[in-house]
């Protein structure tokens, strides 16, 4: 089994910066993904960002050069540095990690722009 704890999130003006937080533990297998995803009201869940094990990234066009996500394996945490934060970044963000084909999530951290 697998948990994941995300941290970091908070309010933050438009323009400002925050860095997102997730921590796993359990059973993790050295192959896997990790990722970013984040829910708006009233909206679908979306991808923000995910790594692979290999260091391979994939980002929303959305956030594409304002948004890294980084992982450290020695610790089993995944980050996310938001940069240029808008209005429209304002979301619940979950941590997903994939591996053995299965999905875990995490509990979701709340990020809010005020404009």
């Known amino acids: 089994q697998v948990q994941l704890v995300e941290s970091g999130g908070g309010l933050v003006q438009a323009g400002g910066s925050l860095r997102l937080s997730c921590a796993a533990s359990?059973?993790?297998?050295?192959?896997?993904?990790v990722g970013w995803y984040r829910q708006a009201p009233g909206k679908q869940r979306e991808l923000v960002a995910t790594?692979?094990?290999?260091?391979?990234?994939n980002y929303a066009s959305s956030v594409k050069g304002r948004f890294t996500i980084s992982r450290d394996n020695a610790k089993n945490t995944v980050y996310v540095q938001m940069n240029s934060l808008k209005p429209e970044d304002t979301a619940v963000y979950y941590c997903?990690?994939?591996?053995?084909?299965?999905?875990?999530w995490g509990q979701g951290t709340q990020v809010t722009v005020s404009s």
């Open positions: 790594m692979s094990s290999g260091g391979f990234t």
């Open positions: 359990g059973s993790i297998f050295r192959i896997n993904t």
């Open positions: 997903r990690l994939t591996q053995a084909a299965t999905n875990y």
